[in-house]
């Protein structure tokens, strides 16, 4: 077993490992995955990928950070950051407007049938229909903030395991990646949260919206050199296009269609993905100069 090899295989047992394991104490205690603190709980779970990213680096293969991406080389790539950080809104928009389309259901701005399953048995007050000039503006500059949290995943997906799996073909390192990163959601997915109604089908539906996402911030991260920019995708896509579709659509019409990661989704962001693939933007070359 080559270095690469033993670094990779770390890699994912640490991550699997820990993350499971920490999720699972919580939920075995009663807590219900669908209540809004199990994402605190779930917190230091969701870090698994970096320390398994930096106990590999320093101790197991000791091939050190520096094609890590610890740099954000904001001043260059301010454009790409721009893209990672507003394309989530835009993603969300369609998802909606297709929903709407479609008659799948239409979107609740009172908030009060999402409230109804996050906050069982509570009064939620009726949210003004002005509120929804702020929220996403709101949601935004969450992300902003969230970026730093979501690094805890980026820095071992994106700055580790992409660029180490079939380090010369960048397209299927993304679609490895995916998969994998999809499986590791499984404990959460089968616990119905991510598609409440259909925790089985889910687990089909999840990676492959993940094999997207992978493509998306792969690309991010060859582009920018940095894992800031990924990390900064995923802060948005939880932030912004979470939040808008579980507020809208929760508790109404099948999640498994209304969700940023349910099947509409897939139109918008397999069509960033086809452009991304066939204008040649994920390109080998680029791995090597992102070594930063």
């Known amino acids: 077993m080559n270095q690469n090899t033993k670094g990779i295989a770390a890699f994912i047992l640490i991550t699997f490992v820990m993350a499971w394991v920490l999720w699972e104490i919580p939920l075995r205690l009663g807590l219900d995955i669908l209540n809004p603190i199990f994402q605190y709980v779930a917190l230091p779970g969701a870090f698994s990928p970096a320390i398994a990213a930096i106990v590999v680096r320093k101790w197991i293969t000791r091939e050190g950070f520096a094609d890590a991406g610890l740099k954000p080389s904001l001043s260059k790539s301010w454009?790409?950051?721009?893209?990672?950080?507003?394309?989530?809104?835009?993603?969300?928009?369609?998802?909606?407007?297709?929903?709407?389309?479609?008659?799948?259901?239409?979107?609740?701005?009172?908030?009060?049938?999402?409230?109804?399953v996050l906050a069982p048995g509570t009064e939620a007050p009726v949210?003004?229909?002005?509120?929804?000039?702020?929220?996403?503006?709101?949601?935004?500059?969450?992300?902003?903030?969230?970026?730093?949290?979501?690094?805890?995943?980026?820095?071992?997906?994106?700055?580790?395991?992409?660029?180490?799996?079939?380090?010369?073909r960048p397209l299927l390192a993304a679609v490895t990646t995916g998969i994998i990163w999809g499986i590791w959601h499984y404990p959460l997915n089968l616990r119905g949260y991510n598609f409440p109604e259909h925790p089985f089908l889910g687990l089909l539906v999840f990676p492959i919206s993940t094999v997207l996402l992978s493509i998306i911030f792969g690309w991010l991260r060859l582009r920018t050199g940095s894992v800031w920019a990924p990390s900064l995708a995923h802060a948005a896509t939880n932030s912004v296009g979470g939040s808008l579709t579980v507020l809208l659509f929760l508790g109404g019409p099948d999640f498994l269609f209304t969700s940023y990661l349910g099947l509409l989704g897939w139109i918008p962001l397999g069509a960033v993905c086809l452009w991304i693939i066939l204008t040649g933007r994920l390109k080998p070359a680029r791995v090597s100069e992102s070594h930063s």
């Open 79 to 116: 454009r790409y950051y721009l893209v990672a950080w507003l394309m989530p809104l835009f993603v969300s928009a369609i998802v909606i407007g297709l929903v709407v389309a479609l008659g799948i259901g239409s979107p609740d701005f009172t908030l009060q049938r999402a409230m109804s």
């Open 127 to 168: 949210v003004p229909s002005f509120t929804w000039a702020l929220m996403p503006l709101g949601l935004l500059v969450a992300a902003l903030f969230s970026t730093f949290l979501l690094w805890g995943e980026e820095f071992g997906w994106r700055g580790y395991l992409q660029i180490r799996l079939f380090a010369e």
